[in-house]
């Protein structure tokens, strides 16, 4: 993704000039800076899996925004207790073609299992390209996501010396009842 995103950066030298890439661990990192924002959107904060690793994160998050900072962080929010019934076997979640390239692309998705005692879920997504002749390519992504409850996250941030100060649902403010968590921090 790095890669990627580089090729991006490289194709605009006014951006390029003001974006630094960092590859590391964000458990435990130290930046000799500080930050104005710092934002972990969608599923990126769900990849720590383990409740030190998440605290260890929190910790350095805090220690790298400046005194009027804010970090920004999104979950998804169970709709429930989450148990067993979880999980299901693959569907197809999207099924589209690209006129231009004339690629077809469908994505299936499973929730294979889940550990209800350490929280996390364990999906997989299948991504099947139909290339222009016809050749057909299968690319399978597995992930391991911690998931929170609203309360237990609050305390995570609070426990790691940061105040929430707003909270919503998704990224247009939607209040915080839906099937998100975004919230708005600083430190305390």
């Known amino acids: 993704m790095l890669d990627v995103f580089r090729g991006k950066l490289a194709q605009n ?3 390029s000039d003001r974006v630094e890439l960092i590859h590391g661990n964000m458990a435990n990192f130290s930046i000799d800076r500080k930050f104005e924002l710092i934002i972990s959107p969608f599923r990126a904060f769900q990849a720590l899996i383990h409740d030190r690793d998440i605290e260890n994160s929190l910790c350095c998050i805090r220690e790298h925004l400046s005194k009027t900072g804010i970090f920004i962080i999104n979950v998804f929010r169970p709709y429930a ?4 019934s979880w999980c299901r076997k693959e569907e197809l979640d999207f099924d589209v073609f690209d006129e231009k390239s004339k690629i077809r ?3 299936f998705s499973c929730r294979d299992k889940i550990d209800t005692v350490n929280q996390i879920i364990f999906p997989y997504f299948v991504f099947e390209v139909v290339h222009p002749d016809s050749k057909i390519e299968h690319i399978t992504e597995h992930l391991e996501l911690k998931y929170f409850y609203k ?3 609050r305390a995570f941030i609070e426990n790691a010396g940061l105040e929430i100060v707003e909270e919503y649902s998704w990224y247009d403010k939607s209040p915080p009842d839906g099937k998100e968590i975004i919230f708005v921090c600083k430190k305390a």
């Open 151 to 153: 309360e237990q996250l």
């Open 81 to 84: 207790v989450l148990d067993e």
């Open 13 to 15: 030298s006014d951006l």
């Open 105 to 107: 692309l469908r994505r």
